[in-house]
């Protein structure tokens, strides 16, 4: 391979088999079906008990039935193969899926917010034993989808992604029963939105920080755990480096960052060990001390920089 051509070298990627996340498809599915059908029912339950901490779950759970679905649409796409033009397959529509979900989620945290000021100032009755029924059933079905996803989540980050989702619902279940046995119990109807605001600041708090994950992959920019410094410092220490310049790094999706630079080698190292082993080296400099599997570099001499397109730069 001449000096200044193009090169993409690359190790790593799922196995033939599938990502290890695929083997619980299954029973993410399941989960997800859960959590649909007890986000409905708490939507209902709100209504009719009077409930803002049943509707305010229920968002929680919209926010955790998010998650699981992220965390199927993740796997279809890792394991789908790229085509002639969608190279990198459809992997960012995952990332846009988040976006819109995160606007959405936002504004359903904003409301319960809202919603919990004005019961502060207007009171509304609560119907305590039905909510408690309502939230038992809730409960119980967040236990069976830990249970179905326990396993796995020691297996793949993206199914311990999902239990996470579903363990911080089953937390807000529990909020909802001790507002609803303090408001059967006591009568201090304050409970449920004060259980409303408790559950809200379990919804922003997680939403925002997808967000700035999102707009993260979305500009482009470096993955949080790759130093861009550092990775310029490696490379560069490599025997026969001169300079390296147009490095860049970003993410495609989730768990695929990429990286491509072209780095200046001296044409006497070139000459006596080849392109070959000098993408190795520079693949094996990354590997072993970034969390980068999928990059590619471009070989070229001192001074090729200045013959460039400016587009290039």
Known sequence: MGAGHDHGHTHGGPPPTGTAAAAYRGRLRIALGITLGVMVLEIVGGFVTGSLALVADAAHMATDAVGLAMALLAIHFANRPASANRTFGLARAEILSALANCLLLLGVGTYVVYEAIQRFITPTETAGGLTIVFGLIGLIANVISLSLLMRGQKDSLNVRGAYLEVLNDALGSVAVLVSATVILTTGWQAADPIASLLIALMIVPRTVKLLRETLRVLLEIAPKDVDMDEVRAHIVALPGVED??????????????????????????????????????????????????????????????????SLCH
Do not use: K
Request: glycine content about 8%.
């Open 244 to 309: 390296v310049h147009d490095l860049h790094a970003w993410t495609i999706t989730s768990g695929m960052p990429v990286l491509s630079a072209h780095v200046v080698v001296s044409q006497s190292v070139l000459d006596s060990m080849g392109h070959e082993r000098m993408l190795h080296d520079l693949q094996g400099c990354l590997g072993s001390h970034f969390d980068v599997e999928h990059c590619t570099f471009q070989l070229e001499p001192a001074g090729h920089a200045e013959h460039e397109a």
